[in-house]
């Protein structure tokens, strides 16, 4: 498929940056916190294509028009299930959470309903969510389990989170939520992945630059809708990203499925999407909660210290959260961004100028030094020593002076950046 006449966009197109600003405080957002993502959505650029003809058979259309589609999207309300698969080569955090933060998931005195908690959940495995909207005041999310159910309710002012499966509640105000995870979030689950198509979408393409191609390839039906295919691919070579495939309702613009793909090959990195869809007003109870006889019910207030020692999936990877300073390649603190688009790696001196602790000088519980030692390979270069620790999505070298490389790389981008910082 050859692109059109076009001239090429890039960062400044208001269809790949300002417009999916308008289409978030539009939707319902529904975050957890993995920071990696961050990574990828620091990188996109916009090449305009036409659309191949497919089944179904949809007129043709440029991905800036699409992208300007996605963006002006007004639609408020729908209802739906989610299924969603998460594989970043990352060990299930439920074992792990205690192994970095004792006391914190899963942890004495910490609440099974807590979101903070949960939401972790999804950041690898197979999950079937079941989500509503009605506009920017209301929206529910359900993580459904063969035995139980999770909820998440957000209401007006009010969000109520309810596990089944333990009897737990978690009740905050929204003035609350802002405390603890920031008031862009609306809710409190602190920012990171989100988990509807749309959102994972608008992540992706807000961050928009020249090192990305944006193509129309071809249609798709998802959940009985047809939908035009926008694939998103780097330019850039070493990036472990080898393209993101967006599936966009052909009638209003919503994205009804998002599915990022590994350069290397294999299974999606996230592949999230909508198995049901109703664009419809949900029924006014699918709003409202009120906790069963005898439920433990945790305020947020009472979480407040909990949260603080909790972990979420961006701690276990040293560098994550710096590393979305990618975009624009800033640099702050202690960090500096080295490269940009795809191939952007964050440079971070840790405090003190120490390497990785170990489990010989007391600082790394055992269970967590096995983590370490399985996911690390020892390298060396023009730097010194150092070890790689390798996920499916974003490697991090950690030299022995006290220095860490990170970024959705390959092992040997990471070294290359090392050597050229020496």
Same mark, same amino acid.
Request: aromatic share 4%; no cysteine.
């Given at each position: 498929?050859?692109?059109?006449?076009?001239?090429?966009?890039?960062?400044?197109?208001?269809?790949?940056?300002?417009?999916?600003?308008?289409?978030?405080?539009?939707?319902?957002?529904?975050?957890?916190?993995?920071?990696?993502?961050?990574?990828?959505?620091?990188?996109?650029?916009?090449?305009?294509?036409?659309?191949?003809?497919?089944?179904?058979?949809?007129?043709?259309?440029?991905?800036?028009?699409?992208? !300007?589609?996605?963006?002006?999207?007004?639609?408020?309300?729908?209802?739906?299930?989610?299924?969603?698969?998460?594989?970043?080569?990352?060990?299930?955090?439920? +074992?792990?959470? !205690?192994?970095?933060?004792?006391?914190?998931?899963?942890?004495?005195?910490?609440?099974?309903?807590?979101?903070?908690?949960r939401m972790t959940e999804l950041a690898s495995g197979t999950h079937t969510l079941r989500v509503a909207a009605d506009g920017p005041d209301?929206?529910?999310?359900?993580?459904?389990?063969?035995?139980?159910?999770?909820?998440?309710?957000?209401?007006?002012?009010?969000?109520?989170?309810?596990?089944?499966?333990?009897?737990?509640?978690?009740?905050?105000?929204?003035?609350?939520?802002?405390?603890?995870?920031?008031? &862009?979030?609306?809710?409190?689950?602190?920012?990171?992945?989100?988990?509807?198509?749309?959102?994972?979408?608008?992540?992706?393409?807000?961050?928009?630059?020249?090192?990305?191609?944006?193509?129309?390839?071809?249609?798709?039906?998802?959940?009985?809708?047809?939908?035009?295919?926008?694939?998103?691919?780097?330019?850039?070579?070493?990036?472990?990203?080898?393209?993101?495939?967006?599936?966009?309702?052909?009638?209003?613009?919503?994205?009804?499925?998002?599915?990022?793909?590994?350069?290397?090959?294999?299974?999606?990195?996230?592949?999230?999407?909508?198995?049901?869809?109703?664009?419809? &007003?949900?029924?006014?109870?699918?709003?409202?909660?009120?906790?069963?006889? +005898?439920?433990?019910?945790?305020?947020?207030?009472?979480?407040?210290?909990?949260?603080?020692?909790?972990?979420?999936?961006?701690?276990?990877?040293? +560098?994550?959260?710096?590393?979305?300073?990618?975009?624009?390649?800033?640099?702050?603190?202690?960090?500096?961004?080295?490269?940009?688009?795809?191939?952007?790696?964050?440079?971070?001196?840790?405090?003190?100028?120490?390497?990785?602790?170990?489990?010989?000088s007391g600082d790394v519980p055992a269970e967590a030094q096995q983590f370490l030692d399985a996911l690390g390979d020892k390298v060396t270069?023009?730097?010194?020593?150092?070890?790689?620790?390798?996920?499916?999505?974003?490697?991090?070298?950690?030299?022995?002076?006290?220095?860490?490389?990170? +970024?959705?790389?390959?092992?040997?981008?990471?070294?290359?950046?090392?050597?050229?910082?020496?």
């Open positions: 498929m050859a692109p059109n006449d076009s001239a090429e966009t890039n960062g400044g197109t208001d269809g790949g940056t300002r417009g999916p600003a308008v289409g978030r405080r539009k939707a319902a957002r529904y975050i957890v916190p993995v920071a990696v993502a961050g990574v990828a959505a620091a990188t996109i650029g916009l090449v305009p294509a036409l659309a191949s003809s497919g089944d179904p058979d949809l007129p043709k259309i440029s991905a800036q028009k699409l992208i !300007e589609k996605i963006a002006a999207s007004d639609t408020e309300q729908l209802s739906g299930t989610v299924r969603i698969s998460t594989d970043l080569g990352i060990p299930s955090l439920g +074992g792990l959470a !205690e192994s970095f933060a004792p006391g914190g998931a899963g942890g004495k005195g910490g609440s099974s309903a807590d979101p903070q908690e209301k929206q529910r999310l359900s993580i459904l389990d063969d035995t139980s159910e999770y909820s998440l309710i957000h209401n007006g002012d009010q969000v109520w989170a309810y596990d089944s499966k333990s009897d737990q509640a978690y009740h905050a105000t929204e003035d609350r939520a802002g405390k603890d995870a920031g008031k &862009k979030s609306g809710h409190p689950v602190p920012e990171g992945v989100p988990t509807t198509p749309k959102a994972l979408a608008e992540q992706v393409l807000k961050a928009a630059g020249p090192t990305t191609s944006v193509t129309v390839d071809g249609t798709a039906q998802v959940a009985g809708r047809d939908a035009y295919k926008l694939v998103v691919k780097p330019k850039q070579s070493g990036s472990t990203i080898g393209s993101v495939v967006v599936a966009v309702d052909a009638e209003n613009g919503v994205p009804l499925k998002f599915t990022m793909l590994p350069s290397s090959g294999g299974k999606a990195f996230v592949d999230a999407g909508f198995t049901k869809v109703d664009f419809s &007003k949900p029924a006014a109870s699918s709003f409202t909660f009120t906790p069963p006889k +005898g439920t433990e019910v945790t305020e947020a207030d009472d979480a407040k210290a909990e949260h603080k020692a909790g972990k979420g999936l961006g701690d276990l990877i040293p +560098g994550a959260d710096a590393a979305q300073l990618g975009a624009g390649g800033k640099s702050a603190g202690n960090t500096k961004i080295i490269g940009e688009g795809w191939s952007t790696i964050a440079e971070i001196t840790t405090p003190g100028g120490t390497g990785i602790p170990s489990k010989a270069g023009k730097f010194g020593s150092g070890t790689v620790f390798k996920t499916r999505l974003v490697n991090a070298l950690m030299t022995d002076d006290g220095k860490v490389y990170v +970024g959705a790389v390959t092992k040997d981008a990471l070294v290359k950046a090392a050597n050229s910082a020496s």
